[in-house]
């Protein structure tokens, strides 16, 4: 199965699993969680895609250098195929044909001032933002918290003229989501 695949001989890691364990397998760490008491407490999850041309751009400076001790809890990298997303959708995905999911599911330990405190994993979390865009490393953030209406039409990219125009159609009183900041309830969408 191996034998089509470009990678480095010695640094591969495969496991064997039911596709229902593999669609499942957030869920036993949320059952660990749920024991510890972790999963009560907030946990500052960073979900990205990286495009496949920047993917070893990131895993040098981002998994190798800011993340070299981990997350505290497991991190979900895999490829995914940009033809299998459907366009009309409102997920900004990177510009490229295969774009890689990198998940960082962080939870937040009983030690609330040390190290892995939230405001260090907040912190952690706009330090690798700040260095993907610094660096030119165009990801997309999965389910991103913006502030502004600027960042959220840089977000969308070319789908924001599409979004917006939902919007209209479907909330022109911009009822839901306030929280977002995408739209002011003033009743302007631009």
């Known amino acids: 199965m191996l034998a089509p695949l470009r990678f480095v001989r010695g640094l591969n890691y495969s ?3 039911s ?12 059952i ?3 024991a510890t008491g972790m999963w009560d407490a907030p ?13 070893a751009r990131f895993d040098n400076m981002v998994l190798k250098g800011i993340l070299k001790h981990g ?17 009309r959708m409102s997920t900004a995905v990177p510009n ?22 939230m405001e260090s994993m907040l912190s952690q979390n706009e330090e690798i933002l700040g260095l993907c865009e610094a660096a030119g490393i165009e990801i997309k ?14 977000h969308f990219g070319w789908k924001w003229d599409q979004f917006v125009e939902r919007k209209r159609m479907f909330d022109p009183r911009a009822i839901l989501a306030p929280g977002q900041n995408i739209f002011s309830r003033s009743g302007h969408i631009d």
Do not use: M
Request: aromatic share 16%; glycine share 8%.
């Open 43 to 55: 946990h500052p999850w960073l979900n990205i895609f990286v495009p496949k041309s920047q993917i």
């Open 71 to 87: 997350v505290g809890g497991p991190i979900l990298l895999y490829p995914l195929n940009r033809n299998k997303w459907d366009c």
């Open 96 to 117: 490229e044909e295969i774009f890689y999911l990198v998940g960082l599911l962080r939870f937040l330990q009983p030690n609330p001032g040390g190290p892995n405190s």
């Open 19 to 30: 596709y229902f364990d593999f669609l499942n397998r957030v869920y036993r760490e949320e």
């Open 15 to 17: 496991i064997d699993v």
């Open 32 to 34: 660990l969680a749920r």
């Open 141 to 154: 953030q999965y389910l991103p918290h913006y502030k502004t209406n600027g960042e959220w039409k840089r």
